[in-house]
């Protein structure tokens, strides 16, 4: 069994990939790796119905436009909007960085919440030396989305980033523990980690990448 199979395996009955109640809250990604998100939220309200959408057939959305991102976003709201879900949560990095603007707009009065000012706020609580390293896909990173996020927050913030488009390819395919996945996190990371001035809090800025936190 792959991590992958574990990752869909896990989930309880909770979560309906086909189901109309009303009450279900729905949760997109480009893939699998809002998974990540999903198994957060379970833990964190126990008490709700999950409806997950993973976009597999035009994953990645890190390679794509800012246009293209938007279009598949809202292709992806109006999915869970036919399926009358309560709230939507963007469990999707990219589609955070482009999108979360239209899919407010596009699902109001529905609240919408994304991924990028909760983990800059987390990372923000977490760091001492307020020096934050952001490890993310092409497009989250090409946005600039968590200089400006972080730089509203707390002005005295310093942020390095490391695109890492490979990382998600990676854990599509559930290869997250071995030589491959180790090379190429040294490859993403050594240079941001190198030195006495090194961030001392990393953001895993797509959600497929919590699967290569340890
Ligand atoms: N999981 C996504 C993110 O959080 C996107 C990965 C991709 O499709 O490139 O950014």
Known sequence: M???DKLFSDLPESVHFKDKKRSSIGVFDSGIGGLTVLQSLMTYFPEEDFLYVGDTARLPYGTKSRETVI?????LTRVLLRENVKAIVVACSTASSHALEAVTALAHPIPVVGMIEPTAR???????????GVMATAGTIRSKIYETTLQALADDVRVSVAPAQILVALAEEGWVDGDVARLSLGQYLSAMFCGPDAPDTLILGCTHFPVFAP
């Open 2 to 4: 792959t991590r992958n």
């Open 122 to 132: 987390a990372a923000l609580a977490a760091t001492r030396n307020k020096h934050i």
């Open 71 to 75: 279009k598949y976003s809202e292709s």
